[in-house]
């Protein structure tokens, strides 16, 4: 992310999701631990991602509602409007993994792989999965399970992407979203 101007080293969260995050690191079994990803994002780095996905889009041939579709899928449109402000900007979204000493768990895409392979469920719904198949779906339910058990809500698109308090959680939920958008560290 360091390319990417207005980007940040480090991860932010609000504090009632950091506390959460916590608590689902707790339970992760022995010798397992999160890698984040991202958490909290300026409104630039947002829109930085989403015009570098788009031109991507563009560049394989995407135009009109097709390419609207799966550009707004796997990255939120940027915007700073209170009522529905994009989902890292609360500081309640945080993509993550888990790893060990030997490195992440095998998810079977990489983080930010844009396509179909990246629903969560991808692998739960095969008839005949190979070994790795298997291992991909077990580690991607304990993700789920761990990051869900501790409040969080996985967004189905992205096997890493998790929300807490933010509009995209309270839609899954039923809940309503108590996080705003947060436009500077300095404001928070
Ligand atoms: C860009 C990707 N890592 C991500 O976070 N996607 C979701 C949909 C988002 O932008 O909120
Ligand atoms: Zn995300």
């Not at 300026?42 to 560049?59: G, H, I, R």
């Not at 969560?120 to 990051?147: G, H, Q, V």
Request: include cysteine; hydrophobic fraction near 35%; glycine fraction near 6%.
């Amino acid at each position: 992310m360091q390319q990417i101007p207005g980007s940040i080293q480090e991860c932010y969260l609000r504090e009632s999701a950091a506390d959460r995050l916590l608590q689902a690191a707790e339970n992760l079994p022995e010798g397992f631990f999160f890698h984040i990803f991202d958490a909290w994002r300026p409104y630039e780095v947002q829109s930085a991602l989403y015009q570098d996905f788009k031109m991507k889009l563009e560049e394989k041939g995407l135009s009109g509602k097709h390419l609207l579709e799966t550009l707004n899928k796997y990255v939120n449109k940027p915007s700073r409007d209170s009522n529905r402000p994009s989902n890292h900007l609360t500081g309640g979204a945080v993509d993550l993994t888990i790893a060990t000493d030997n490195g992440l768990l095998p998810m079977g895409t990489d983080f930010d792989d844009f396509s179909e392979a990246s629903k969560t469920d991808t692998y739960e719904k095969l008839e005949n999965p190979t070994k790795s198949e298997i291992l991909y779906r077990n580690n991607r339910a304990l993700l789920k399970e761990i990051m869900e058990n501790a409040g969080f809500m996985n967004y189905e698109e992205e096997w890493w992407h998790f929300d807490y308090g933010n509009q995209n959680w309270a839609a899954r939920t039923g809940n309503i979203a108590f996080y705003g958008g947060i436009h500077s560290i300095e404001q928070a």
